[in-house]
């Protein structure tokens, strides 16, 4: 599953109620106090799978990939150029993060927060290293986000994902196993700023897709006599809600990036990280105006079922009005009184259905020079 992409499914959804289908429920694995340190692994939690990439910024032609078997494989030579990628695919192992932990020389309380999934995106920095914590997006039949940490050193960047298929990082790989572009003759920064922006660009495929079916509901509001289920509006607009509680922290910290001055950042990977920071703002604007959208195709539902009731109690009212004449007629005629000329009278019946038929066509030729049969 490729993120940011995915079949557009519809389904219905069960009374457990629509945000609870879009986020999951906010769990520390810690109890209140506790003291800082590796939290348990989670239940749910994927064994881990790690992947390294090699390159040399002073040696372009140098590039290596492959799976780490055991922890022996990380331990080789390494120039003092040289710049690693590791990157962890799944949480399920506390030994691994710790084992990472102590190869790099990271911040216990980074490893924690590593842990705890439910982290917004920010960044921090820890001496020797940068944290940085950034959220990615992937939508199949609903929206999901998956917390990716990143620790960027002089010559290390590790990421840890959850486990879950398919990343937003691939692009970054085969920019890296091409021979083509600038990003193997650069450091840290760079790489990190390409990890980062791929993460951010990964929103664009999911908020074109909600763009394509607030179009699409719109389409079929404005058709006549075609309805939208107003649960299918509602769980849209909580989708968007989720979408933006992700990426509204990114944009704090990537700005954080633009301004503090580190020297894991240089001045060039600042000048791109301003492209990150307008593609955030981008993502920002539309959800926000999609958000608005939701809200205005709601009141639009509404307005239109309120319309078509109106229209129905219109019709029911005509015909009413009517037979209102009519229903007098036959009821006077209908009583039991002995002293009533007419219905003793050869032509009464027939005068009885010409004054009714003649206050019928009265009453609609009335209805219709007022106008009231159009809509």
């Known amino acids: 599953m490729a993120r940011g992409k995915g079949k557009r499914k519809h389904k219905n959804r069960g009374p457990g109620g629509l945000l609870s289908q879009v986020s999951r429920p906010f769990k520390r694995t810690t109890r209140p106090g506790s003291r800082a340190g590796l939290p348990d692994v989670q239940a749910d939690a994927v064994p881990p799978r790690a992947t390294v990439i090699r390159f040399d910024p002073e040696r372009t032609d140098f590039f290596g990939e492959r799976e780490l078997s055991g922890w022996g494989e990380l331990d080789v030579p390494r120039a003092p150029s040289e710049v690693i990628w590791l990157n962890i695919d799944g949480l399920g192992n506390a030994d691994w993060i710790r084992r990472v932990g102590e190869a790099f020389d990271l911040h216990l309380l980074a490893l924690e927060d590593v842990m705890h999934v439910h982290q917004r995106a920010k960044v921090e920095a820890y001496g020797n290293h940068l944290f940085i914590v950034a959220r990615m997006a992937s ?107 992700a990426i509204w922290p990114h944009r704090e910290a990537v700005n954080h990036l633009l301004r503090e001055d580190t020297p894991l950042i240089s001045a060039d990977a600042r000048i791109y990280l301003r492209d990150c920071y307008d593609h955030t703002l981008q993502i920002i604007d539309v959800v926000e105006t999609y958000r608005e959208m939701c809200g205005d195709l709601r009141d639009f539902h509404l307005s239109a079922a309120s319309h078509r009731a109106n229209e129905i109690m219109k019709v029911l009212t005509i015909i009413s009005t009517i037979f209102i004449p009519l229903s007098f007629i036959a009821g006077v005629y209908g009583m039991n009184f002995d002293n009533m000329p007419e219905l003793h009278w050869t032509y009464g019946y027939g005068f009885a259905l010409i004054v009714m038929g003649t206050s019928a066509a009265g009453l609609v030729a009335f209805i219709a020079r007022r106008g009231w049969f159009r809509v």
Do not use: W
Request: proline share 4%; hydrophobic share 35%; glycine share 8%.
């Open 139 to 245: 939508y199949e039949d609903q929206l999901r986000t998956e917390q990716l940490s990143l620790f960027v050193g002089r010559d290390f960047v590790v990421t840890f994902q959850e486990g879950r298929p398919g990343d937003s990082l691939e692009p970054v790989r085969q920019r890296l196993r091409s021979s083509h572009g600038m990003l193997r003759a650069r450091g840290t920064d760079h790489l990190a700023y390409a990890i980062l922006d791929a993460v951010i660009d990964g929103y664009f495929p999911i908020v074109e897709l909600y763009g394509d079916r607030l179009n699409e509901l719109d389409d079929r509001l404005s058709e006549t006599g075609n309805t939208v289920p107003l649960g299918e509006i509602h769980h849209i607009r909580s989708e968007l809600l989720l979408l933006r509680r």
